[in-house]
């Protein structure tokens, strides 16, 4: 498929000017502001670099698995569940969190939040039969630049 390859190319893209600019570059996408997830394959065990829209909520990020709609959950969420050891980087910084999947009482809070930054959310929600998981990435150390 032509589209999924320029899709990947234009996320390539992303992370290269992300990096170079030290997160100033490329750090936004329809409006919304982007991290770089650093998850291991589950089946490779090879480092899995995508770059995602997060909400914050106090220190912690929010990521959506919308996967823009389709039937199934990204790759890197399934690489979360089974290692949820993962690195971020978000305005410049790498950061070590635990990511975990918000219970339902977590997402009933976060969702309208996500709706209001970014209401295409909804559209994805809409184009399949699948919930949505948004998932909380916890820091647990200091920042390093």
């Not at 996320?11 to 329809?30: A, D, E």
């Not at 918000?102 to 909804?122: G, H, M």
């Amino acid at each position: 498929m032509v589209t999924k390859w320029f899709f990947r190319q234009f996320m390539r893209l992303q992370v290269y000017f992300y990096r170079r600019s030290g997160g100033k570059r490329m750090n936004r996408v329809r409006g919304m502001p982007i991290l770089i997830l650093t998850t291991i394959g589950r089946k490779s065990g090879k480092h899995r670099v995508t770059p995602v829209m997060y909400i914050q909520d106090g220190d912690n990020y929010v990521v959506t698995a919308s996967n823009n709609g389709a039937k199934e959950n990204p790759g890197w969420f399934a690489n979360m569940q089974a290692d949820p050891k993962i690195k971020i980087e978000v305005d410049g910084t790498t950061k070590n969190v635990i990511a975990r999947k918000a219970n339902s009482e977590e997402k009933a809070r976060l969702w309208p939040q996500l709706i209001q930054q970014a209401p295409f959310f909804e559209g994805y929600q809409k184009k399949t039969k699948r919930e949505l998981p948004m998932v909380v990435l916890e820091p647990t150390d200091t920042a390093k630049k």
